[in-house]
């Protein structure tokens, strides 16, 4: 653009789009809408201009600058705010004003009435019966129904792609949300969010003729890779170690266990369906060992619980007490139990009766009532 032909013409530069055919006078840029502000206009009078003319153009030029640069900086800001990921994921701590800490399940509002279908993660199991019973008693019209998938193995993964598929009312997922499952989501119209209600912790569990004082997390990984194989390499009897864990496909534990390592697992680790099958296998085959949750094998007499230490020392920590009729909260919430992760809900944010569903099931667990059915099934409140 010549600026000086502009000037000229007596046109008004728009200072942000640099449109140069406004007319004398005009408020606003014909092109873009702008507030104009009189970059240039022709100066018929060739005599300097005097003191208060350059003092009022200078100050117009100055209160222009900062207009903009103000302007530009606030609505960058609305741009980053509304680009950055917790607002676009709703991730676990940007938890919405409708999640709340009731004191009891009666006084949690706006429980729908229907029929609600949800699953995920099997370790969610132990939960069920107990804490459904309880919620049916106060609100017998709020109908839970769990459902596995049609085509593959219950779990985490297969439970997440049921509620972006809209399957599911929620989920119960045993590890955060990833990335693509959030864009997923918005890609579909919709967003998710994750919301704790728990703590449980990984447990290494054993055919009862496995004798040793525990395992290093370090020797976890290396059975479940292969490099260690027999008992005696850990101090225990002259076994072979045949691991049973979940397919990585489905479920979370290797996924937790092994983090970027995973594709370093042994090809000879079986999979198995569940926490019931998962035990009957462990418990039939001397040298078995299983990697489950505190939760779901509390209680059982048929496996040995291991104590686990953090890295390779031999500061083992029991996931039980009491003689393996608690779980051992206090290490789990401390983190001196060295395998533990957290239990969340996943709510659909669609605007429609599921999410409705969700938000009740969420706040139902995470009332004190509900907290206290969390504890029954064998794994750490998330409130004090």
């Known amino acids: 653009m010549n600026t000086d032909e502009s000037n000229n013409k007596g046109n008004i530069i728009c200072g942000r789009c640099a449109y140069d055919a406004n007319p004398r006078g005009a408020t606003h840029c014909q092109k873009c809408g702008t507030p104009l502000v009189i970059a240039s206009v022709p100066n018929s009078d060739p005599s300097p201009a005097s003191d208060s003319t350059l003092l009022v153009g200078g100050i117009s030029v100055v209160a222009t ?54 699953g995920g993660a099997v370790v969610f199991a132990p939960l069920r019966n107990s804490l459904h019973k309880a919620i049916n008693q106060v609100y017998p019209k709020f109908g839970l129904r769990f459902t596995e998938p049609k085509y593959n193995n219950p779990g985490q993964n297969t439970g997440i792609t049921m509620l972006l598929d809209g399957e599911l009312s929620f989920a119960q997922s045993s590890k955060p949300l990833e990335d693509t499952h959030y864009s997923k989501a918005k890609e579909r119209g919709f967003s998710l969010q994750q919301v704790a209600i728990g703590i449980d912790g990984f447990l290494l569990f054993t055919h009862p003729d496995v004798s040793i004082p525990g395992l290093a997390v370090e020797q976890v990984k290396d059975i479940f890779k292969g490099k260690i194989t027999n008992w005696n390499q850990v101090g225990g009897p002259d076994l072979a170690i045949t691991a049973f864990a979940f397919n990585p496909k489905f479920g979370s534990s290797l996924n937790i266990l092994l983090g970027p390592e995973l594709d370093q697992l042994s090809p000879k680790v079986q999979f198995m369906r569940d926490y019931t099958d998962g035990v009957r296998k462990v418990s039939s085959i001397r040298g078995a060992i299983g990697i489950g949750s505190t939760g779901a094998i509390l209680g059982q007499k ?42 969340f809900i996943v709510i659909r944010r669609d605007g429609t009766i599921d999410e409705a569903a969700g938000v009740a099931y969420t706040n139902l667990l995470l009332s004190q009532e509900g907290q206290q059915y969390i504890e029954k099934a064998g794994f750490v409140p998330i409130r004090n």
Do not use: C, M
């Open 65 to 118: 600058v900062l207009f903009f640069a103000i302007g530009g900086y606030f609505f960058w800001q609305q741009v980053r705010v509304a680009s950055t990921p917790s607002n676009l994921n709703n991730s676990a701590d940007n938890i919405s004003s409708d999640i709340r800490l009731y004191n009891s399940r009666k006084e949690v509002p706006k429980v729908p009435e229907g029929t609600f279908n949800y």
């Open 302 to 343: 048929s496996i040995g619980p291991l104590a686990i230490a953090h890295g390779n020392s031999k500061s083992y920590v029991p996931p039980f007490t009491d003689d393996g009729k608690q779980v051992n909260a206090t290490a789990l919430r401390d983190g001196t139990y060295p395998l533990t992760r957290r239990l």
